[in-house]
């Protein structure tokens, strides 16, 4: 079999800019083998072999660009990252195996031991413990403030204040902090801002624009977008890539499988049609829920009501496919209403094609002191509800018998 051309072939824009993000989704990062593939190859391969020994050094060394390692980097992966960094609109985007292996690599990875980290309390899990628990065994110090008050954070900067770390709108109350407040504050300071930006997707806010130095996605929710692998990325400039991340990810080996950064590369295509949707569909639940005497409150921030309404209008194109509110009954209520749900099921998932909800006061949030849930606002009749691609109506019908069950 003959092959024509010789060379690989690769997409790239010019001015990735002057395409939409939905053009970017389908097309940016797109790199052909010479069989000219229409869909993405996938290069399930560990590593590559070279012509000859002199080859071999040559790329090594890093005179010669080719792939040596799946483990460094990878054909698919690499396609993967560049679609994101084109997103994004960042210089850099660096793929790891899961969301937790992308927020604690962009934190171990510009951090020694004698410094400090200035966070939002309301975090991922997850990452309250990488903060609470792990960097202080290695001489780490961590301060956890009310991220929506911008006083707490200049407060609690400290000179060696690293970097501060933010959620928003935060999980699972879906408050909206001010972005690009904070990543002032943190540049007064000397210090980089981390933002993780999984609640909002690349699509509904840009923090990088806003100011932040690193974003980080979970991209196990809405990238993938079907409930199948796990993935994450971290998206940076070059020289904060080239200069802590690179050898960190090298060394230290947090890599995605090159099946599911395919995985997550043919999510890319579809997820501006799946936000969307989800999102039209999470605001009229949202106003459904609030017309509710069952219902004591409902957080949404696409919504009026939302105490920082006006902050996730000026940072976010969208409420968000996400709907949190509190059932009356307390955990009891919470638990009646969850199992009389027929189609939305429970789960502590998010961003997926079927719609979850979780109850994070006896989950994600479980191994808080009731005291401490209090103080991030999780009372016990929380539900936080992922909007996911059914018709809007079958999942309010689903709510509303639900609701009736109270
Ligand atoms: C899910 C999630 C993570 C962790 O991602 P994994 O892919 O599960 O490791 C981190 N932050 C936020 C906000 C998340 O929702």
Redesign the pocket.
Known sequence: MSVAPKTPSRFVPKDPKALHPETRLVHAGTTRSPFGETSEALYLTQGFVYDNAEACEARFKGEDPGFVYSRYSNPTTAMFEERMALLEGAEAARATA??????NAALLCQLSAGDHVLAARA??G??RWILEDFLPRFGVETTLVDGTDLDAWRAGVKPNTKVLFL?SPT?PTLDIIDIAAVAEIAHKAGARLVV?N??ATPLLQHPLELGADIV?Y????HVDGQGRC???VILSSQQFATEHLQTFLRQTGPSISPFNAWVMLKGLETLALRVERMQASAGKIADALAGEAKIAKVIYPGRDDHPQAALARRQMSGGGTLVTFVVDGGKDGAFRFANALRLIRISN???DAKSLITHPATTTHQRFTPEARAEMGISDGLLRLSVGLEHPDDLIDDLKAAIAAL
């Open positions: 899961s969301g937790m292996a992308a927020v975090l991922f997850s990452c959620e999980n993780d999984v609640f980080v979970s991209t196990t929710k796990l993935g994450g998932n998010l961003g």
